[in-house]
């Protein structure tokens, strides 16, 4: 649940609103353009101090939580 809440903090920083999320939630849902979700990645990545990859093709919030954690787990 920490890395729920750690995106829920950056996704209502990036789009100046409060927005709740549920592993369920869609980026689509989001209303995100390619360039948020880039920089939300690039947020978690410095956050977490891993590499989620270049193609990291995830639609919901659950699939991105998901392939942190397996990133933090790879890096030991």
Do not use: H
Not at 25 to 47: K, N, P
Request: negative net charge; aromatic residues 4%.
């Amino acid at each position: 649940m920490e890395i729920l809440n750690k995106l829920q903090e950056i996704l209502s920083e990036t789009k100046g609103e409060a927005v709740q999320l549920t592993m369920e939630t869609t980026f689509a849902d989001l209303e995100l353009d390619s360039l948020d979700q880039v920089d939300i990645v690039m947020q978690l990545e410095e956050f977490y101090n891993i590499s989620l990859g270049e193609n990291a093709q995830l639609s919901t919030v659950g699939e991105l939580v998901a392939k942190i954690e397996e990133a933090m787990q790879a890096k030991g």
